[in-house]
């Protein structure tokens, strides 16, 4: 799957993937992490690996 939406970045602007697998979040440049904090949710963008 990761292949695939690798492929597809090169004909659609953007692509927004949504998953509980941290192999996802290494394998693309972008990512953010959401999380619950104070009944809010917190995002923060990912460390580059």
């Known amino acids: ?3 695939e939406l690798n492929e ?3 004909r659609l602007a953007r ?3 949504v998953s509980h697998l941290e192999d ?3 394998a693309f440049s972008n990512g ?3 999380e619950l ?3 809010a949710s ?3 963008p990912l460390e580059p690996a």
Do not use: A
């Open 37 to 39: 904090v104070n009944q």
């Open 15 to 17: 692509i927004i993937l």
């Open 42 to 44: 917190k995002v923060r």
């Open 1 to 3: 799957m990761i292949q």
């Open 24 to 26: 996802f979040s290494c």
């Open 32 to 34: 953010y992490s959401i």
């Open 8 to 10: 597809l970045q090169h």
